[in-house]
């Protein structure tokens, strides 16, 4: 069972109580990676939510990086809702350390202590709801070029 303390840092469990944390501590690994390591690979199952506890990661699919993440971020969280295909590789930039809690391990969190579970999932549906918001920015942004080059070649 990896240290507490280890994840009581990371943005996504601040606002669990010691006991609470304990239990998700007790339900995953830490895990370390080396630079250029794989850490889940596009098409494999997701079955797990990675905390970035130190380092950095890439998320890409082929050549095309769609984004780094440092420590304090995390990714996998589609997997939360049902295990299915991941959606991209994601490969570590520097050794780094991820706490891996698996899908049946929040299922079992929902179930022995639904307070604990429900605040790490609003803490996950705010990550996306930013992310999600950043994205929406950037597809507005590639219209409006779009738009611009299809005027500019009239």
Known sequence: MPNPTLLERHPLLVHLTPEQLERIARAGDVESYN??????VDGSLGDALFLILSGQVAVHRGSQTFATLDAGEFFGEMS???PAPRSATVTSMQATF???LPHDALRQLITDDPNAASVLLVQVVKTLSERLRRA???LSSVDMLADWLAGSMV
Do not use: T
């Open 80 to 82: 939360l809702v049902e």
């Open 35 to 40: 630079p250029g390591e794989a850490i889940v």
């Open 98 to 100: 991820l706490f891996r």
């Open 136 to 138: 929406n920015s950037m």
